[in-house]
């Protein structure tokens, strides 16, 4: 098993920046990518970013190309995510994933092993 605990949501403003973690414990040796995944109230959830920590390979929403990043620091099974230029429709719930195998596919069945959530609110 896997238990994932995120940090870092908060309110901020408009082109604001927040910065998203992930900790992973338990059998950490068993997962190979970790994913973030949001949903605002009313919607589905949706593909966000992700990582194959073995491959260095990311993948990522057309809606945050080139406004987040995601990082991983594999020493500390710790995955990040950075937001910058945040709008209002990133306001959401995001949740991080992991998989056991496998690259970072946006697909949210992929992924084996999901924390609680933090939350993220983006005002005008």
């Known amino acids: 098993q896997v238990q994932l605990v995120e940090s870092g949501g908060g309110l901020v403003q408009t082109g604001g920046s927040l910065r998203l973690s992930c900790v992973a414990s338990g059998r950490t040796v068993s997962y190979s990518t970790m994913g973030w995944f949001r949903q605002a109230p009313g919607k589905e959830r949706e593909f966000v970013a992700a990582?194959?920590?073995?491959?260095?390979?990311?993948n990522y929403a057309d809606s945050v190309k080139g406004r987040f990043t995601i990082s991983s620091d594999n020493a500390k099974n710790t995955v990040f995510l950075q937001m910058n230029s945040l709008k209002s429709e990133d306001t959401a719930v995001y949740y991080c994933a992991a998989r056991t195998i496998g690259l970072p596919t946006s697909t949210s069945f992929n992924y084996q092993y999901w924390g609680q959530g933090t939350q993220v609110t983006v005002s005008s």
């Open positions: 990582i194959s920590r073995v491959l260095d390979i990311t």
